[in-house]
């Protein structure tokens, strides 16, 4: 599968925002964050994929050279090296994808023309309805008064435990 390289995106970049990317970039740090500093720092990230897929994969190359001997110390090299070339790879291929994904998205913007298609004013918008006070849940009936007796730091009669006849020491209720 093709994936565009930083090359093509810069490119498409620069085509989009009509200068060259080291000057948008300039342009870029000047400004508050928005959609250029946004498609900079994905394009800088696939750069950077692409460095460290090249450079995980030359040392493969070397470790696992026909001339090179591989020993027990050199295996976990190996698994690491193809480990980190794994991760490169996937983080080339979800920014390259999302890079292609937001820059088709996105149009060169020209200037309209005065005289065709006026901007029409904003329609007002509807009057806020008022809707009655949200009244505040009573917490104590939230939870057993047992929990809550063993809660707080004080006696409570309100939270008084009723006997159950079940439970030993509790009077016998009254027939």
Request: proline residues 15%; aromatic residues 2%; glycine residues 6%.
């Given at each position: 599968?093709?994936?565009?390289?930083?090359?093509?995106?810069?490119?498409?970049?620069?085509?989009l925002?009509?200068a060259?990317?080291?000057?948008?970039?300039?342009h870029?740090q000047?400004?508050?964050?928005g959609?250029l500093?946004?498609?900079?720092?994905l394009h800088?990230?696939?750069?950077l994929?692409?460095?460290?897929?090249t450079?995980?994969?030359d040392r493969?190359?070397?470790?696992?050279?026909?001339?090179?001997?591989?020993?027990?110390?050199e295996?976990s090299h190996?698994?690491d090296?193809?480990?980190?070339?794994?991760?490169?790879?996937a983080?080339?291929?979800?920014?390259?994808?999302?890079?292609l994904t937001?820059?088709?998205s996105?149009?060169?913007?020209?200037?309209?023309?005065?005289?065709?298609?006026?901007?029409?004013p904003?329609?007002?918008?509807?009057?806020?309805?008022?809707?009655?006070?949200?009244?505040a849940?009573?917490?104590?009936?939230a939870?057993p008064?047992?929990v809550?007796?063993?809660?707080?730091p004080?006696?409570?009669?309100?939270?008084?435990?009723?006997?159950t006849p079940?439970?030993?020491?509790?009077?016998?209720?009254?027939p």
């Amino acid at each position: 599968m093709s994936h565009p390289t930083s090359t093509d995106i810069a490119g498409r970049i620069e085509d989009l925002h009509g200068a060259p990317l080291a000057d948008l970039a300039t342009h870029a740090q000047d400004q508050p964050p928005g959609m250029l500093s946004a498609l900079l720092g994905l394009h800088h990230s696939l750069a950077l994929a692409e460095r460290s897929i090249t450079s995980h994969r030359d040392r493969l190359a070397q470790l696992v050279h026909p001339d090179h001997q591989i020993g027990a110390h050199e295996v976990s090299h190996v698994l690491d090296c193809a480990r980190r070339l794994a991760e490169a790879v996937a983080v080339r291929d979800v920014q390259a994808a999302t890079g292609l994904t937001v820059l088709q998205s996105l149009g060169r913007v020209t200037s309209p023309d005065p005289g065709r298609n006026p901007p029409r004013p904003p329609s007002p918008r509807p009057p806020w309805r008022r809707r009655a006070p949200l009244r505040a849940a009573d917490p104590l009936r939230a939870y057993p008064s047992s929990v809550i007796q063993e809660l707080l730091p004080w006696p409570s009669p309100v939270c008084r435990p009723t006997p159950t006849p079940t439970s030993p020491g509790s009077p016998r209720p009254s027939p």
